[in-house]
């Protein structure tokens, strides 16, 4: 199945309020480019430096979401073009988001990655931690960020009532966080889970795979 075809057959599955983010990483500009002739504007990356150079060589009206492990010394290279940040596990990640933002002179929006897996590598804030932020002062006085919504990663595991689980507990909390975030973008679910994570209220689907085949990080 071409790459057409992959984002055909997703397409017709997803409810409209869903919105799917192409995870391109590893991935060449060619890939890229017939995803976007098949009329996919929004994309992933995970690598600060790929994600640099792709989105030179790509058109000018594709949203770039960066989903990856986020360092702090890296936000300048993407602040300027960045649509939506997934990956926010810190507060000190936040700030200097902000700070780049604002010297870019634009809001930059966000996602709080929350902590929902069984593993202990993968990142994120707990419950308590996002609310203690939202609440915060401190982010009150960001006015360089906006904070949209949740993004997270189930357990890697066959155990869909686990991952259902999971799911659930992140569509649970953000309805408690409805006074602060009052139309949350919940980004959960991938190639293998997407279908359940809509179930649990996803409206935003991150998918690589399913798109662009199986990944090579051996190249
Ligand atoms: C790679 C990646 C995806 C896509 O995973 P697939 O299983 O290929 O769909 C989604 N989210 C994040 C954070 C990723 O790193």
Redesign the pocket.
């Known amino acids: 199945m071409s790459i057409k075809e992959n984002l055909q057959n997703i397409k017709s599955k997803l409810p409209n309020h869903v919105c799917l983010?192409a995870?391109s990483?590893t991935k060449p500009i060619e890939a890229l480019e017939e995803a976007y002739h098949a009329g996919q504007r929004v994309f992933?990356e995970?690598y600060v430096q790929e994600l640099v150079d792709k989105v030179q060589h790509l058109p000018k009206d594709i949203e770039w979401h960066f989903?990856?492990h986020l360092q702090s010394n890296k936000v300048k290279y993407i602040a300027p073009f960045v649509t939506l940040i997934?990956?926010v596990d810190s507060f000190s990640l936040l700030k200097e988001i902000n700070k780049q933002a604002l010297k870019q002179n634009k809001i930059i929006d966000c996602l709080l990655q929350l902590y929902i897996a069984k593993e202990e590598t993968k990142f994120g804030l707990t419950f308590e931690e996002v609310e203690q932020l939202l609440v915060s002062e401190d982010y009150g006085n960001m006015k360089n960020v906006s904070i949209k919504g949740f993004?997270a990663?189930a357990s890697n595991t066959d155990n869909e009532t686990q991952i259902e689980k999971e799911f659930l507990s992140v569509l649970n909390f953000s309805k408690k966080m409805i006074p602060y975030i009052p139309n949350p973008v919940l980004s959960y679910g991938?190639?293998?889970d997407?279908t359940l994570a809509i179930k649990c209220g996803s409206n935003m689907i991150?998918?690589?795979?399913?798109?662009?085949g199986v990944?090579n990080y051996t190249k």
């Open positions: 983010v995870v990483k992933g995970n989903i990856g997934h990956g993004m990663m991938m190639s293998g997407y991150r998918v690589g795979s399913s798109i662009f990944r």
